[in-house]
């Protein structure tokens, strides 16, 4: 698990995440709702349940998956927590 924490570090820093995050968000975001005026974090905050967050943890899962894929078969339950763990942004 210690090689997983390791990756994480090196191909998932905070700033990439957060940019995931923001990309992802962009895709949720419904510009013709009457109550969207132009900030799409705001109205993301306000009308979507995690959906972005889910997203970007599952594209890591599945590189997670790709790279180490005997460690998610034996574990696929903590490398859900290693995600989690491993920046507060995936922890919603």
Request: charge should be negative; include cysteine; hydrophobic fraction near 35%.
């Amino acid at each position: 698990m210690e090689e997983i924490k390791e990756y994480l570090k090196s191909e998932y820093p905070e700033i990439k995440i957060s940019e995931m995050i923001d990309e992802e968000i962009s895709e949720w975001v419904d510009r013709d709702d009457s109550n969207f005026e132009g900030d799409e974090y705001e109205w993301y905050q306000e009308y979507c349940n995690g959906e972005a967050e889910d997203a970007v943890r599952a594209n890591i899962k599945q590189d997670i998956a790709n790279k180490f894929p005997s460690a998610m078969i034996a574990y696929p339950n903590h490398i859900d927590s290693l995600i989690r763990q491993h920046n507060e942004l995936l922890d919603v």
